[in-house]
């Protein structure tokens, strides 16, 4: 099991900026580690991802609502991932929960995710 540890997030006006920071214990293989936010008013929702390790190249994935605007990246261990949240917007608010799981492609869906961080609030104001 990997253990995740999140830190970041804030409050920011509309089109601010913030970062998160996932960071997780070692692992060898392919997986895939990314973000999802959640609202009282909906559920878990995906907000992007990156299937990496293994050797093979990263590759990025984000939700439409915050492409463009949101970047991931990764420390040069990859042990650290990064969302750098530019823009923000008022719907971009809520709890952001850093979640791994150890095969890439996997990351779009929270029913399958079993290694999740503490959540990091991101509150943006209008």
């Known amino acids: 099991q990997v253990k995740l540890r999140e830190s970041g997030g804030g409050s920011v006006q509309t089109g601010g900026s913030l970062r998160l920071v996932c960071a997780k214990s070692?692992?060898?293989?392919?997986?895939?580690m990314g973000w999802f936010r959640q609202t009282p008013q909906k559920d878990r929702e995906w907000v992007g991802h990156?299937?990496?390790?293994?050797?093979?190249?990263?590759?990025?994935y984000y939700a439409d609502s915050v492409k463009g605007r949101f970047t991931l990246s990764q420390d040069d261990d990859e042990n650290i991932l990064f969302l750098q949240m530019n823009s923000l917007k008022p719907e971009d608010t809520g709890m952001y929960v850093c979640?791994?799981?150890?095969?890439?492609?996997?990351?779009?869906?929270?029913?399958?995710?079993?290694?999740w961080g503490q959540g990091a609030q991101v509150t943006v104001s209008s």
């Open positions: 070692p692992y060898s293989g392919r997986y895939c």
């Open positions: 990156i299937d990496a390790g293994g050797g093979l190249p990263t590759y990025q």
């Open positions: 979640a791994f799981y150890p095969r890439p492609g996997y990351c779009y869906t929270p029913t399958l995710i079993e290694d």
